[in-house]
Structure formats: C-alpha cells, structure tokens
C-alpha cells in the first residue's frame, strides 16, 4: 500500500530544503544597521571599475549570496546605504559602490 504524505508536510520540506544555506545575516534588520555588509560592498566594488553598477550588474550579486526575496534585498540595500557602502539610486536601480570599497 503506497503512504500518503500530507501535501502540508511536503511544503514544508521544500521550504527548508530552499533555506538550506542560506546566510541569515540579510535578514537580520539589528546586522544591517549596526554594520552594513562591507563584505558584500566589496564584492560589488569589483564587478565594475567604475563602481556604478546597474541591475543587470549587482542583481547577479545578489542571487550568489542568496539574497532574493524582497525583504532582504530591501534589509541589505538599507544596511549598506546607512553604513555609506553604497549609494543606491532606487528609481534607476543603479547601486554606486563609495570609494573605500570600489576596487580599482
């Protein structure tokens, strides 16, 4: 007789097999605002050697550190923008990455 799993049950296991690896740091509001993220300033700040990045640039970044879903995209920007990491011009979606992390 084949077992019947509660479709609840399988939701759930493919939630957390989703979550598997992902940093909690991007969600955390108490991280964002007391640091920022220099780490992931300086990733961006090597992607262009104008440290200008549009979408199509910084977005990239973001799904490797697996900050995908709004509310930590939200979190990281406004971490980075109040610790001055970047500059983050919301009606272009352009980052500019300040120049103690913009790589040259």
Known sequence: MKALIPSALIATAALLAGCMGVDGQYSDPKIATQN???????????VRSDCVLQATDWEPVFIEN???TASRVSKTLTG???NRQII????KRVIAVTAEYCVK
């Open 80 to 82: 980075m923008q109040q």
């Open 88 to 91: 983050f011009f919301e009606d």
């Open 66 to 68: 697996k900050i995908t």
């Open 36 to 46: 920022g993220f220099p780490e992931l300033a300086l990733q961006l700040g090597r």
